[in-house]
C-alpha cells in the first residue's frame, strides 16, 4: 500500500510541476504579447548601399548620405517650375507640403508672393543642378554636418538657369545651407520622417 502512496504522491508532485510550468510559460508568452503590442507599428530603417561602410546602425541613426540625398531632392523639386513659375512655383509648395516644416512654408509662401508680386515668376522655366564635382562624395565632410541626432545642415552647391521664353535669361552659382530636421508629423505622406 505504501508503495501505490508514493506513487500517487509522486504524480501529484509532478502535476503540481507542471502546473506551475504552465503558469509561467503562460506568464512569459503574455510579456511576450505585450512588447510586440506596445512597439511601434512602423520603423524606419536606413540601409546605405555602400558595404565598405557597414549596415550595422541603430535604428535612429540616418546616415549623412540620405540626409544629404534628401536636402538636394527636396531643394531641386522645390525650385524647378518646368512650364511656367507663376504656377509651378506655388504648386510645388503645395505638393512638398509634408516634407517642409511650417515656418519654412511660410518662408517660402512669402518668398512666392514677392517673386509673383514683382512679376519675376511669370513665363519663367527654371531648372536646379547640382554643380558637377560639388557633391556629396567630393567632400562628404563639409556637405552634411551633424547638428544633433535630428538636426542637419546640408550644404548644397547648385548651378540655377532660367529661360524666358526659351532664351537663357539667368544662370546663378550659389552655395546653399539647408537646415534639415526630422519631424514625424505624418508617415504616410512623408516616408523620409
Not at 15 to 34: K, Q, T, Y
Not at 131 to 142: A, F, K, L, T, V
Amino acid at each position: 500500500m505504501s508503495r501505490f502512496l508514493k506513487l500517487a504522491d509522486s504524480q501529484r508532485a509532478h502535476i503540481n510541476s507542471l502546473r506551475i510550468a504552465i503558469v509561467l510559460i503562460s506568464l512569459v508568452a503574455a510579456g511576450l504579447g505585450f512588447g510586440w503590442w506596445s512597439a511601434p507599428k512602423q520603423l524606419t530603417v536606413h540601409v546605405p548601399p555602400d558595404l565598405r561602410s557597414g549596415s550595422t546602425r541603430m535604428w535612429w541613426d540616418v546616415p549623412p548620405q540620405s540626409v544629404y540625398t534628401f536636402g538636394l531632392y527636396i531643394f531641386q523639386q522645390m525650385n524647378r517650375w518646368p512650364v511656367d513659375g507663376e504656377q509651378d512655383y506655388q504648386a510645388n509648395i503645395t505638393r512638398l507640403d509634408a516634407y517642409i516644416t511650417p515656418s519654412c512654408k511660410h518662408y517660402l509662401q512669402s518668398d512666392f508672393e514677392l517673386r509673383r508680386s514683382s512679376g519675376e515668376l511669370r513665363k519663367r522655366v527654371r531648372g536646379v543642378y547640382e554643380i558637377p564635382g560639388r557633391g556629396y562624395g567630393d567632400s562628404p565632410e563639409i556637405r552634411t554636418v551633424t547638428n544633433s541626432i535630428d538636426d542637419w545642415t546640408v550644404t548644397l552647391d547648385i548651378t540655377a538657369d532660367e529661360y524666358y521664353g526659351g532664351q537663357l535669361v539667368k544662370r546663378a552659382l550659389a552655395r546653399y545651407p539647408l537646415h534639415v530636421v526630422r519631424m514625424d508629423v505624418d508617415p504616410e505622406t512623408n516616408p523620409f520622417g
